[in-house]
């Protein structure tokens, strides 16, 4: 219901599965991939540094993250190729947005 008013302007695909495995078995490089782990999911940085490594986001491309608000001074300004270039506070809520420097 969220997207479907979009459908017929872009391609937008949801995943919803273990985010390591579709990170691991994933053949396809994405312009912006959105991780929304659960808040009690421990390390959630590892999504993040699983998905530089895997090169599942283009060069260019946006990873972005939802964490809660207390979590985001755990996370560094650069992963790997990623930049954090923004990061957005609702309440609780915390978003981070990284693009990815990567050359191709």
């Known amino acids: 219901k969220n997207i479907a008013f979009a459908k017929g302007e872009c391609n937008i695909r949801i995943y ?9 078995l994933s053949k396809t490089s994405y312009d912006i991939l ?5 808040f ?3 390390n959630k940085i590892e999504i993040a540094r699983l998905a ?14 939802h ?5 985001v001074s755990l996370w560094d300004e650069k ?3 990623f930049a954090r270039y923004d ?18």
Not at 16 to 24: A, P, Q, S, T, W
Not at 34 to 38: L, M
Not at 91 to 103: E, K
Request: hydrophobic content about 35%.
């Open 34 to 38: 959105y991780a929304d782990p659960p």
């Open 67 to 71: 964490i809660p608000a207390t979590e």
């Open 40 to 42: 009690p999911m421990e």
């Open 16 to 24: 919803i599965e273990d985010v390591y495995d579709f990170l691991k």
């Open 79 to 81: 992963i790997g190729t």
């Open 52 to 65: 530089q490594s895997s090169g599942r986001v283009v060069s260019g491309g946006l990873f972005v993250i």
């Open 87 to 104: 990061s957005r506070t609702y309440g609780r809520n915390t978003f981070l947005f990284y693009r990815n420097g990567q050359l191709t």
